[in-house]
């Protein structure tokens, strides 16, 4: 063989070689570890939120968003096909992190199988599964919201409390509102002195529905989906600066159930949060910034979404919902129509978050501060196109009315118009496929997790971007 030859084979290897190491895709970065990384550990609850407990009992983590795992790839130059758990480890997409769960999601048939599966300070409830001991109420916050003590004589547990099934959907579709013997859960969740009970597993898992056919397309999305999406409007009758310009961020756990060639979207409001903003994207003055309390947030009713005749869900399939329409801290016999409640006349107004005011309390925090008591309209419509078969986004038509009903002081009685803004890209939605034991809670988690999060706020939409 000839030198030259030689040296020609001898720079094709080298370039293979460079290739190999430098042309790699790096989405992501390596997970940092902080001081909870170093420390023991039994089960991934030792660890706290974000991580896991590896196999040498030390408190780890993988990831937090889905680009972070190409590092755990054997092969980055390949797709990445992997997910972040909760727990903070890479897995497959659609492989739950099984390991990573509340302590009452371990099956127990006596405390001491709790406390070598689930943790300490835990004990086996009278459902046969692991949940935190406690005394009161208090001894539950850690669990996080809408879990409080229950139990029996023989000592107390941590539970889910409910008295309406909206309650339960906050935990995960697969979860039921199981009251005490004789109660109606449809009349107990409007009674004024409501009877309380505990969120379990629902028998037979998530309730999907009847007639499911697999061969149709619409079969396909079926299953259950986190969802954000952001209503931008722009508020005019405001004293001093006259016009504010808002976006309604708001997050949502969602079942997808089939109905012959179309689907339902039925979505738990988990969590809401207003945001000021200028058209320029620079930084706003914040005359007024309003705080939407979990009670207003709890109140709401499951919204339920048509859209008929769906495509496969692949890429570039497209499909347009029904209207999704509900007044919030009202009852009007002709809800699309009917005027809104007003100061002069609360006969319509309904106190929906159960605070003594009428309609629906907002904190206003700013230049006036105090509560604002309301009746509003709001309607959407999704205009969807399928990214892949794990995630959804598109454009968001919307409409928002408002009716101040009374506020804590009289600074804050204004009367204002609110239009859906000019600007259309800050109007749109974005949902990822989740397993079926997902929660709200989840959900407000992943939406926290980095920038390449699919569900991250951000104040314009973007057709062309990829999870």
């Not at 501060?369 to 968001?396: E, F, I, K, T």
């Amino acid at each position: 063989m000839s030198d030259r030859v030689q040296t020609i084979e001898c720079l094709i290897a080298l370039t293979a070689l460079l290739c190999t190491a430098g042309c790699t895709r790096t989405d992501g970065a390596p997970a940092l570890d902080d001081g909870k990384a170093a420390e023991n550990c039994a089960v991934d609850l030792d660890c706290g939120g974000g991580r896991y407990c590896s196999t040498d009992r030390r408190c780890a983590i993988d990831c937090t968003s889905p680009r972070d795992c190409v590092f755990k790839m054997a092969d980055p130059s390949v797709p990445n096909e992997m997910d972040c758990s909760p727990c903070g480890r890479c897995l497959q997409k659609g492989v739950e992190d099984v390991s990573c769960r509340l302590v009452t999601d371990a099956p127990c048939e006596t405390t001491a199988d709790c406390l070598q599966t689930a943790g300490r300070s835990t004990v086996c409830g009278s459902r046969g599964i692991c949940a935190p001991s406690c005394t009161s109420d208090d001894d539950c916050t850690n669990q996080g919201k809408g879990w409080a003590c229950g139990g029996d004589s023989a000592g107390g547990w941590c539970v889910r409390r409910c008295f309406r099934e909206t309650d339960c959907a906050y935990h995960g579709w697969h979860f039921r509102c199981d009251l005490p013997p004789g109660m109606d859960i449809v009349a107990n969740a409007d009674a004024a002195h409501p009877a309380y009970g505990e969120c379990i597993p629902r028998g037979g898992g998530i309730d999907w529905g009847g007639g499911a056919d697999p061969d149709r397309p619409s079969y396909s999305y079926r299953g259950v989906w986190g969802v954000v999406f952001n209503t931008a409007v722009r508020v005019t009758g405001l004293p001093i600066i006259t016009v504010q310009d808002t976006v309604w961020h708001q997050i949502a756990l969602a079942k997808v159930t089939q109905d012959g060639d179309g689907i339902v979207i039925r979505q738990k409001l988990c969590a809401v949060d207003q945001k000021n903003f200028n058209e320029d994207d620079s930084t706003p003055y914040e005359f007024e910034h309003m705080i939407i309390p979990d009670a207003f947030i709890d109140s709401m009713p499951i919204f339920a979404s048509p859209a008929g005749a769906v495509p496969a869900l692949v890429p570039g399939g497209t499909f347009v919902t029904d209207v999704m329409l509900n007044v919030r801290g009202a009852r009007l016999d002709d809800p699309a129509n009917d005027l809104l409640p007003a100061r002069g006349d609360l006969s319509h107004a309904w106190d929906q978050d159960r605070d003594g005011n009428p309609g629906l309390t907002t904190i206003v925090s700013g230049v006036f501060s105090g509560d604002v008591y309301n009746a509003q309209r709001w309607w959407m419509v999704y205009h969807a196109v399928a990214v892949d078969r794990h995630h959804l986004q598109g454009p968001v038509d919307h409409g928002f009315e408002n009716s101040t009903l009374g506020a804590s002081k009289k600074e804050l009685l204004y009367d204002l118009q609110t239009l859906k803004h000019p600007q259309n890209d800050r109007s749109y939605f974005r949902a990822q496929r989740l397993p079926d034991t997902a929660s709200c809670a989840g959900v407000i988690e992943i939406s926290k997790k980095g920038p390449g999060t699919w569900l991250k706020f951000k104040p314009h939409y973007d057709a062309n971007e990829r999870p």
